[in-house]
C-alpha cells in the first residue's frame, strides 16, 4: 500500500525481510542479560563467549554479528553463522534466542524424538509459505513469491574450514533485496555444519508474514516500491476500534416465550375509559 511516511513518523513494513533494521543493536541487550554469558570488549567490538565457552559471538564495528562452535572451547570451530548489517532485526533475534535456548543441551529437545521436534527443514518450512525452487540453479534457491527473497543452498564437497575461512562459500545463506540472487541487500550466511534447529529458526523468521516497525526513515528507499507500508498509528487504531467492538456487551434478545413489544412512546394513543 503507497504511504508517503514522514522521516520521524512509526511504520508497519511487509515483507519484513525488505524492511531495513532498527538502526539499534538487537543482540547486545539480549546477551548481556544472559545468565552466565561473559562479555569482553576488544578495542569498541563487543565479544560474547556461552557458559560451556564453546561459543562465541562478536559485533563488528560495521554492525554485523558472527557466531562460531567449536566442540572444545579451545578447538577449531564446527560451524559458524555470520549476519551482515543490514539483516532484519527479527531475523537476528530469532537465530539468536533459539541459540540460547537450546545450546545447553546442544537441541537436542528440537530433533527427532526430542519434545519439541517439529520434522520441519528450512525447505518444507518455506514450501509452507509457497516459495519456489528455481530449477537448474546453480547454487541451487528458492525463491519468496514476490521473488525478493532467496533460500540457497551449495551443493557439492567442500572442507570445513575452507567453510569458515570464507563465508561465501558458506553452504545455506539467506539473502533478499530487489535482486536476492546477483545483488543481495542482506545475507545470512551458515556453514554446513549449523544445527538444522537454527536453520529452520532462520527460516521461519525470514517467512513470517507478519509486518515488522520501522522508523520510516530506516525502511530502504529502493525498496519502497516492492513493500506494502502503513502507518503504525493507524493499525493500531483499529486494532483498539476491533478491540472495543468485540468487548461491547451484548443487548439483551427477547426469548421464545416472550414476544417482543414495541416500546412507548409519547404519541401511541391511550384507550378511552368506559362508562
Same mark, same amino acid.
Given at each position: 500500500?503507497?504511504?508517503?511516511?514522514?522521516?520521524?513518523?512509526?511504520?508497519?513494513?511487509?515483507?519484513? +525481510?525488505?524492511?531495513?533494521?532498527?538502526?539499534?543493536?538487537?543482540? #547486545?541487550?539480549?546477551?548481556?542479560?544472559?545468565?552466565?554469558?561473559?562479555?569482553?570488549?576488544?578495542?569498541?567490538?563487543?565479544?560474547?563467549?556461552?557458559?560451556?565457552?564453546?561459543?562465541? !559471538? =562478536?559485533?563488528?564495528?560495521?554492525?554485523?554479528?558472527?557466531?562460531? +562452535?567449536?566442540?572444545?572451547?579451545?578447538?577449531?570451530?564446527?560451524?559458524?553463522?555470520?549476519?551482515?548489517?543490514?539483516?532484519?532485526?527479527?531475523?537476528?533475534?530469532?537465530?539468536?534466542?533459539?541459540?540460547?535456548?537450546?545450546?545447553?543441551?546442544?537441541?537436542?529437545?528440537?530433533?527427532?524424538?526430542?519434545?519439541? +521436534?517439529?520434522?520441519?527443514?528450512?525447505?518444507?518450512?518455506?514450501?509452507?509459505?509457497?516459495?519456489?525452487?528455481?530449477?537448474?540453479?546453480?547454487?541451487?534457491?528458492?525463491?519468496?513469491?514476490?521473488?525478493?527473497?532467496?533460500?540457497?543452498?551449495?551443493?557439492?564437497?567442500?572442507?570445513?574450514?575452507?567453510?569458515?575461512?570464507?563465508?561465501?562459500?558458506?553452504?545455506?545463506?539467506?539473502?533478499?533485496?530487489?535482486?536476492?540472487?546477483?545483488?543481495?541487500?542482506?545475507?545470512?550466511?551458515?556453514?554446513?555444519?549449523?544445527?538444522?534447529?537454527?536453520?529452520?529458526?532462520? !527460516?521461519? #523468521?525470514?517467512?513470517?508474514?507478519?509486518?515488522?516497525?520501522?522508523?520510516?526513515?530506516?525502511?530502504?528507499?529502493?525498496?519502497? !516500491?516492492?513493500?506494502?507500508?502503513?502507518?503504525?498509528?493507524?493499525? =493500531?487504531?483499529? =486494532? !483498539?476500534?476491533?478491540?472495543?467492538?468485540?468487548?461491547?456487551? #451484548?443487548?439483551?434478545?427477547?426469548?421464545?416465550?416472550?414476544?417482543?413489544?414495541?416500546?412507548?412512546?409519547?404519541?401511541?394513543?391511550?384507550?378511552?375509559?368506559?362508562?
Amino acid at each position: 500500500m503507497p504511504h508517503h511516511a514522514t522521516g520521524g513518523e512509526t511504520v508497519l513494513v511487509a515483507p519484513r +525481510y525488505l524492511a531495513g533494521t532498527t538502526g539499534t543493536d538487537p543482540l #547486545a541487550p539480549l546477551l548481556d542479560t544472559t545468565p552466565d554469558w561473559t562479555r569482553t570488549l576488544v578495542g569498541p567490538d563487543p565479544y560474547y563467549a556461552s557458559p560451556c565457552q564453546r561459543l562465541r !559471538a =562478536a559485533r563488528r564495528r560495521e554492525g554485523e554479528w558472527s557466531f562460531t +562452535y567449536a566442540a572444545d572451547p579451545l578447538g577449531i570451530p564446527v560451524w559458524s553463522a555470520h549476519f551482515d548489517r543490514a539483516t532484519p532485526d527479527e531475523v537476528l533475534t530469532a537465530f539468536a534466542e533459539q541459540l540460547v535456548d537450546g545450546l545447553g543441551n546442544y537441541f537436542a529437545d528440537h530433533l527427532h524424538g526430542g519434545p519439541r +521436534y517439529s520434522g520441519l527443514t528450512p525447505a518444507r518450512l518455506l514450501a509452507a509459505h509457497e516459495w519456489k525452487p528455481v530449477h537448474g540453479s546453480r547454487p541451487w534457491h528458492i525463491l519468496a513469491p514476490d521473488e525478493h527473497a532467496a533460500f540457497h543452498l551449495r551443493l557439492g564437497h567442500l572442507h570445513d574450514h575452507e567453510e569458515l575461512r570464507d563465508r561465501d562459500a558458506a553452504t545455506w545463506k539467506f539473502t533478499a533485496g530487489p535482486d536476492p540472487v546477483k545483488r543481495p541487500a542482506w545475507t545470512a550466511s551458515l556453514t554446513g555444519s549449523t544445527p538444522q534447529p537454527l536453520l529452520t529458526t532462520v !527460516a521461519a #523468521a525470514v517467512a513470517d508474514p507478519r509486518p515488522v516497525e520501522r522508523p520510516a526513515h530506516r525502511v530502504p528507499e529502493r525498496h519502497r !516500491a516492492l513493500i506494502d507500508l502503513r502507518p503504525a498509528a493507524c493499525s =493500531a487504531r483499529v =486494532a !483498539a476500534a476491533q478491540a472495543r467492538s468485540t468487548n461491547r456487551p #451484548a443487548q439483551p434478545q427477547p426469548s421464545a416465550h416472550e414476544p417482543s413489544r414495541p416500546p412507548a412512546t409519547a404519541s401511541t394513543p391511550r384507550p378511552a375509559p368506559k362508562r
